[in-house]
């Protein structure tokens, strides 16, 4: 099921079961309540957030946020572009976010040229507006963005490092970009970038662009876009209910705080079950989640912390955390397992949904080494595929063949074998 197909379960599910409660951003104080401290004070108790959208893609994803559903008070949005014509668009939209024109006296609101130099040269002029946005109360910060070109690789990781001095919780939530579609450079400036967020981040997960393709590679662009969205949307979602809604067993700020500082790199997925459900069809469900993950970490290895939150209802049998927590081990081929897990009760709830945020403790940053190796594997082949479409472009437009050869281009399979043979023929067909 896709993610925005359980989000939209889980919110009108919520919005059911809190028609007959009392709002929990609107407490009344009654008489019979005896408490050392002020029910109604939001200050208290409910750590303030703040996610800020940098560049082109981190923007397009804040607009998102803002339309899957309603935020709580102590969530604020802020979208900082170089492009003020993108700002505008946002604004258009109607969102409440904040929105920042980043280095408007160096670059007159005309974009960082996909440029990381520019865009981290531009925010030097920002610097102490960034300290004023991010003030003395914040908690946490996400700092999402797309890496690769010139607003979101040049001025997240400088973000960071003025939340890190500040000491903010600070969790990057990125997306890589598709070798074979924006080629080396631009994948390179996104390595880059990741390694100055990974310096100064508390932790982060990365989002491949690549892994969204070959999960389905008749995708359109829009639909990679939304795909990309829902993804980080629901990322965000957990986050955020994690810390400001309680629940029969609650997983507190603490925790995730825990959670994160000690995890560099984590990924995560989203399930709905049926509470019926064996133990064989949930470790069917949970490995198909696992195995299909936009992440590029790899889960089996030995020692992993799990951040697990579980929506469930009156019907949810008992045994629901044990399998859960059973399979995991199983998949990673481990006994030792941080299991750190909350249940909310939603009665209206048809199935039970699982969250889970994981991380390989020790050897997720070494993950992320062994695929940039693995990359550099492939630059030969990438190179081959990026120089022979440039030649394959230039010849159709000579030849006035675009159509025909662009069907051919595009029907692609999987099979890296197949791609330099294909290439090869359209190019000496072409040619003739």
């Known amino acids: 099921m896709a993610i925005d197909d359980i989000l939209n379960s889980v919110h009108l599910n919520e919005q059911d079961a809190k028609k007959d409660i009392v709002s929990e951003t609107s407490f009344e ?35 998102y946020l803002e339309k899957i559903r309603s935020w709580p008070k102590n969530v604020k949005f802020w979208a900082f572009n170089t492009d003020k014509k ?36 531009a925010f030097e002029e920002n610097k102490l507006d960034a300290e004023k946005i991010l003030g003395d109360d914040t908690n946490i910060l996400f700092i999402i963005a797309g890496l690769g070109k010139g607003t979101g690789s040049g001025v997240s990781p400088e973000i960071a490092k003025i939340a890190k001095a500040k000491g903010i919780i600070t969790v990057g939530i990125i997306t890589l970009p598709s070798v074979n579609v924006e080629g080396n450079k631009v994948y390179e400036n996104a390595m880059n970038s990741y390694d100055e967020l990974q310096a100064v981040c508390d932790s982060l997960c990365a989002i491949s662009n690549d892994k969204i393709i070959l999960s389905n590679n008749k995708t359109t662009f829009i639909s990679q876009l939304e795909q990309g969205n829902s993804e980080i949307g629901a990322i965000v979602n957990d986050f955020v209910e994690i810390i400001s809604d309680a629940g029969e067993f609650n997983i507190d700020f603490n925790d995730l705080k825990s959670f994160i500082q000690a995890n560099k790199h984590f990924f995560h997925i989203m399930v709905k079950v049926k509470t019926d459900s064996t133990y064989e069809e949930l470790s069917v469900i949970l490995k198909d989640a696992i195995s299909n993950s936009y992440s590029n970490i790899n889960f089996e290895l030995n020692e992993i912390d799990v951040i697990c939150d579980f929506k469930i209802n009156k019907d949810t049998p008992t045994n629901l955390v044990s399998d859960t927590r059973r399979l995991l081990e199983e998949i990673s081929q481990t006994h030792n397992i941080k299991f750190t897990y909350g249940i ?35 630059d030969s082949r990438n190179e081959y595929i990026v120089n022979s479409t440039d030649e394959l472009l230039q010849q159709m437009h000579k030849n006035s063949q675009t159509k025909k050869i662009t069907k051919k281009l595009f029907s692609w399979g999987n099979d890296e074998e197949d791609e330099q043979p294909l290439l090869t023929q359209l190019l000496n067909e072409n040619k003739e």
Do not use: M
């Open 29 to 63: 104080k009654k008489e019979t309540v005896s408490c050392n401290f002020d029910i109604g004070d939001e200050s208290i108790g409910l750590p303030n957030v703040k996610i800020f959208g940098v560049g082109g893609a981190g923007n397009n994803i804040i607009s």
């Open 344 to 378: 909310q009760n939603i009665p209206n709830a048809d199935n039970a949904i699982i969250s889970l945020f994981i991380s390989n403790s020790q050897q997720a940053s070494d993950t992320y080494k062994k695929n940039d190796h693995d990359k550099s594997n492939h």
């Open 86 to 121: 993108t700002l505008i668009r946002l604004a258009k939209t109607q969102i409440n976010s904040s929105l920042f024109l980043v280095g408007e006296k160096k670059l007159n609101g005309f974009g960082s040229g996909g440029d990381p130099i520019v865009g981290k040269t």
